[in-house]
């Protein structure tokens, strides 16, 4: 019984040796001649007997070794194995550029050639589609066609989307192992999801979908000849009684793992093979149809298709992120510009005015620089605190306290505009709160007054109060603007949306609402044609009722 034996690597890779019933691996041989350096002139010797074949080393100086361990004596060999003498590598009983178009990421000892009973296209005509003469079975295969797509269609990441695959395959097909290897940037199988019986069957509702072990490359028994033929004719295979079919040898894989019947799809995108799914059985259990291979293939076809959208969803997104970052960091680029434009001419000023000796002009100009300064710590800080997804560091404060420190720094300004900050502060319980998040709230809400007044007539009013009833405190923060647009009332919250032209980032807002979404607590606004705008802040005073920043909705 001929077999065929084909370098794989090393100096005489892609040449391909037809043996009889006797050869041996050397530099000197005329059966398998070697060019190789590190192969002995008469190093492996091959021999058939009762049918079988057997491999021993030769007395060679680097050693045989068969599917990674060295043989001491003679050795059984099958098909599908591999030897190595010195550095070359050779495949017994096959082509490996032709049966085994892939790359395996370990030892493929476990790959074996089978018997192909039946073939599926890949395509648009694998999808089942019942006709008034077609037999249940096929009406039910479209209802599982259906329902996948339906479940496929919310999966926005690769594992979900084939953890969801393999769900299904194993509750509308008999499977002892399920698997699905997809191909990764090098040509690579690298294996993604896998189900093994005797698991519970996952809900179709559950939000856990039940997942098994990835297994090692190495250890799956899918044949090769079965590989071969799903990737390069793009078919899903039937291999149907393995065992017992004389064309399936007495590979490793089949006594091990008993593989009797096996279903190999492929996962077929627009233009290429991504993956193939594998799933096997014991005939005792029960043997494929073809029905079920058309199942499958469909399957396989339409988790290509969805894959294909994950990855164009995936680059649409972080295409989308780019474009956002762009625009954030060319639109805060610019306001630092024209913050750093009025610090520069105040420095100036200040300059000149040290050189000159008038402490007068500097003292006059100091103010400009100082306001400056103050804009680029106050953009750096909401950009800080915008970034950052974190819980408050909570403690015990009064958050009378914290207004009151608000006042303080924002007077001088007021003072320097003729307007007026107006208090009506009550007595408040404490609260545990952050007093550095809620300070930075609380002062961006009270900017936003002072920006939206006119000066010598504007006036902010910081009123606070308790509200025991509830367990609440109430925190408002009125002026005397103009008062905001109601079509623009929806976005006041909204990163990066201001209605202030060139004095405005924002930030101030978005962040004030994701401090207060942080805390638990909620913020309103309301804002009458001509009559001011007026920012209510609601803070919870018993713990157990705070609500979790989950629960809230961030812009």
């Known amino acids: ?92 009983g096959g082509s490996a550029s032709r049966a085994t178009p892939m790359r395996m990421n370990g030892s493929d000892k476990h790959l074996t050639d089978a018997a192909i009973v039946a073939t599926v296209p890949a395509n648009d005509d694998s999808i089942i589609i019942p006709t008034p003469e077609a037999g249940a079975e096929a009406i039910e295969n479209l209802r599982i066609l259906y329902n996948l797509a339906t479940e496929l269609t919310s999966a926005f990441d690769l594992d979900t989307l084939l953890q969801r695959t393999i769900n299904v395959i194993f509750k509308v097909v008999p499977a002892d192992h399920a698997f699905i ?57 039937l291999s149907s009684n393995a065992m017992r079919d004389k064309r399936f040898g007495p590979g490793k894989s089949v006594l091990e793992y008993g593989i009797r019947s096996a279903i190999c799809a492929p996962i077929k995108g627009l233009d290429r093979i991504l993956g193939v799914i594998h799933i096997d059985c014991g005939v005792s259990d029960h043997i494929y149809s073809t029905e079920q291979l058309r199942l499958l293939t469909a399957i396989g076809y339409q988790t290509g298709l969805a894959a294909e959208n994950v990855r164009l969803y995936e680059a649409a997104v972080k295409s989308e992120r780019l474009a956002a970052i762009g625009e954030t960091v060319a639109f805060l680029s610019h306001h630092i510009k ?95 709160a952050d007093p550095t998040g809620f300070h930075q709230a609380l002062l961006n809400l009270v900017t936003n007054a002072l920006d939206a007044i006119s000066d010598n ?3 902010i009013t910081i009123s606070s109060r308790s509200d025991p009833a509830n367990q609440q405190i109430i925190v408002s923060v009125a002026d005397n603007g103009v008062g905001i647009e109601p079509d623009q009332i929806d976005r006041i919250f909204d990163i990066f949306h201001s209605t202030k032209g060139q004095k405005g980032t924002g930030l101030g807002l978005a962040v004030a609402k994701k401090v207060i979404d942080e805390h638990g607590g909620k913020i309103d606004v309301t804002s009458p044609a001509g009559e001011g705008t007026t920012f209510t802040v609601t803070l919870s005073t018993n713990p157990d009722k705070l609500r979790s920043p989950d629960d809230t909705h961030t812009p």
């Open 338 to 432: 024209n913050i750093l434009q009025g610090l520069l001419g105040g420095t100036d000023i200040v300059e000149k005015a040290i050189t000159e000796g008038n402490a007068k002009k500097a003292a006059d100009a100091w103010p400009i620089v100082r306001r400056s300064l103050d804009r680029i710590n106050a953009v750096i800080l909401n950009m800080l605190a915008f970034s950052r997804s974190k819980q408050p560091l909570r403690e015990l404060v009064n958050v009378n306290h914290i207004i009151n420190e608000c006042i303080d720094l924002m007077t001088p300004y007021a003072d320097e505009r003729g307007v007026a900050i107006i208090t009506d502060i009550n007595d408040l319980p404490e609260i545990p």
């Open 181 to 237: 290897l997809m191909v990764d940037e090098e040509g690579r199988f690298i294996p993604k999801a896998a189900r093994y019986r005797n698991e519970p069957t996952p809900d179709a509702s559950s939000e856990s979908p039940v997942k098994s072990a990835i297994p090692d490359i190495s250890t799956i028994p899918i044949s090769r000849t079965i590989i071969n033929e799903v990737l390069t004719k793009q078919v899903g295979v």
């Open 1 to 92: 019984m001929g077999v065929t034996v084909e370098v794989i690597r090393g100096p005489d890779k892609g040449r391909v040796f037809q043996i009889d019933d006797e050869a041996v691996i050397g530099r000197k041989s005329e059966s398998l001649p070697m060019t190789d350096g590190t192969v002995s002139r008469e190093h492996a010797r091959l021999s058939m007997h009762d049918e079988r074949w057997t491999i021993e080393d030769a007395g060679s100086a680097n050693g045989t070794f068969l599917n990674g361990s060295q043989i001491k004596k003679a050795t059984p060999v099958q098909i599908g194995d591999q030897i190595r003498c010195g550095t070359t590598l050779l495949v017994f």
């Open 457 to 459: 007539t504007g006036i």
